[in-house]
């Protein structure tokens, strides 16, 4: 008798305690039914759902099938280790299964067995899903097609499923409403490449439809204002208008940024508890869109009393004076917040009573506003102020700089060690580094941190940008040729220039700048300008 008559040879894709059980599930991605294999005799343990479990061992895991994946780690991925021990029956199996399945790399699972006593040798036979050898799209331009490449980060390879079709559809009709082609059509053309086995080429047949702009812009709801005034809150969702330079296209993350902005303009007129209760966005026409926004406004509110809480360095006259807001004043949320540097109001150049405490070394000061409402038109502000202690600046530390010198960077900080943490120091060192034209300014951050209770180090990490400029121009005029040539070396080291190894292309890090320039018509006329 050969091997595999002397060995139960199984094909199993869920074990479990019910008392049916099958040898393979269909795909999720994949609702067409399957062949089912032959089961297990009735004695198989791994089938038996109402014997008593047995440990076993795993001696052996084959991987089967796999062609573009790494066996080692569906082995991992899966749970199927040799040298483990397992009860059968149980779910272990089935939750093996489950977890090949979830990676979408398959269209086909099944694990077999082969028993010899207590040991168990797993066999796991795999389907991968065809590659996208190709992506491909049609309809649109050679730019956008490469743009939407990019956004959609679809590479050669990967596996063609339907969740990744299905994922990629929805992601290009919502690439295409951002520009305004809010009826954009999307079909799908898959091509089985007839030289490469399990190769396909998707290609995304695009139509646009036309542009889709705003026609009316309605509210609902609102007393206090009218429609006029509410649309111009939003700063970039409008209505069509005789101004035909406003940009009309509807763009969802703009319309959410435009009713936070509607919100503030009642927070702003002491409206506190103005919501947006519902909106909806419905099809005018082929070509328009509407939008009906329902507002509940709210009661109309006032500051009756404002008291403050904790603060011990400052007066209270003083903080108060700062905070400008007082008995009877109109409630407004985002100037109270401004003028105490809180939330999205915090401007770090701005005076503020934030920034008066921070400025002053209280790194871990903060201020927090607590609102009682009194009455129906009434509220009570008490300012709650954590002080903390004064910070003193530990250790200035520079990072990323390859090509500048620390000294000359040093000499553009205002934080030094020894003195005590400043927050508008901070933001002139950020002004004076982004100046210097060797750092990208946009990613110039310090990052602050307290080391202990009254200490913190900063460390400047920079990115460096090339600041050098080579210039070249010429012409032809009065039957002769004109031409200049420049280059402007900005991180020039004078003192580097005879140092051995310095010349990379040339000796720079002390922030020295040279010009030259040459100008010539020929025969004629020759200039060789330094500077």
């Known amino acids: ?43 198989a343990p ?13 001696r052996n895991v084959d991987i089967h099938g796999v062609k573009y994946l790494n066996p080692e780690i569906l082995k991992s991925s899966a749970g199927l280790i040799a040298g483990d021990s397992i009860y059968l029956p149980s ?9 090949l399945w979830s990676q979408r790399f398959f269209s086909d699972v099944k694990i077999g067995a082969q028993i010899e006593g207590d040991s168990l040798d797993l066999q796991v036979f795999l389907q991968e899903r065809p590659r996208v050898y190709d992506w491909a799209f049609e309809g649109v331009s050679k730019g956008k097609q490469k743009d939407l490449l990019e956004k959609l980060k679809l590479r050669r390879g990967s596996e063609l499923s339907d969740y990744v079709i299905d994922k990629n559809t929805k992601l290009i009709k919502k690439y295409w409403a951002d520009k305004g082609f809010r009826n954009t059509e999307v079909d799908v053309r898959i091509k089985n490449d007839s030289v490469r086995p399990q190769a396909a080429t998707v290609t995304f047949v695009i139509d646009r439809k036309d542009k889709v702009k705003i026609g009316k812009i309605n509210f609902s709801g609102n007393e206090q204002f009218a429609d006029k005034r509410l649309r111009r809150t939003f700063k970039k969702t409008h209505q069509k208008s005789i101004n035909i330079f406003r940009n009309t296209k509807f763009n969802e993350t703009d319309f959410e940024d435009d009713k936070e902005l509607l919100i503030d303009f009642y927070n702003s007129r002491g409206f506190r508890n103005a919501t947006v209760v519902r909106d909806s966005i419905y099809p005018i026409d082929d070509r328009r869109l509407g939008i009906d926004i329902e507002l509940s406004e709210g ?16 007066e209270t006259e003083e903080l108060q004076r700062m905070f400008g807001v007082k008995t009877g004043d109109t409630y ?35 201020v927090e506003p607590a609102e009682t409402i009194v009455g129906p038109d009434s509220i009570d502000l008490e300012i709650k102020v954590f002080e903390g202690k004064q910070f003193t600046i530990n250790n200035v530390g520079i990072t990323g700089n390859q090509r ?37 300014a946009e990613n110039i951050q310090p990052d602050i941190r307290p080391v202990s209770n009254e200490l913190v180090d900063i460390n400047w990490a920079l990115e460096e940008q090339a600041s050098d400029q080579f210039n070249i121009a010429g012409g032809w005029g009065s039957g002769t040729f004109v031409g200049s040539v420049g280059i402007t070396l900005n991180n020039l080291s004078i003192r580097n220039f005879f140092k051995k190894g310095a010349w990379r292309p040339y000796p720079m890090g002390q922030n020295q700048r040279l010009q030259i320039s040459a100008q010539t018509n020929g025969t004629y006329y020759l200039s060789l300008i330094p500077n």
């Open 91 to 99: 779910d272990f199996i089935a939750n093996a299964i489950s977890r």
């Open 1 to 43: 008798m050969n091997k595999f008559g002397k060995v139960f040879l199984a094909i199993v894709l869920a074990v479990s305690s019910t008392p049916e059980t099958f040898a393979q599930e269909p795909s999720p991605a994949d609702p067409a039914p399957r062949e089912t294999a032959v089961a297990f005799p009735e004695n």
């Open 404 to 440: 500048v010198d620390d000294e000359v960077i040093r000499r553009e900080l205002a934080t030094y060690p020894g003195e005590l943490y400043d927050r508008s120091l901070l933001m002139r060192t950020l002004r004076l580094l982004g100046s210097m034209g060797h750092f990208n």
């Open 299 to 314: 009661n109309k509110y006032y500051i009756r009393n404002v008291s403050w809480v904790g603060n011990s360095v400052y």
């Open 332 to 366: 407004d949320k985002k100037t109270m917040h401004k003028r105490l540097g809180i939330q999205k109001e915090t401007d770090l150049e701005a005076m503020s009573v934030s920034s008066l405490y921070q400025n002053n070394g209280y790194l871990m000061s903060q």
């Open 46 to 58: 791994m089938l038996r759902s109402d014997g008593t479990p047995r440990l076993y061992h795993i």
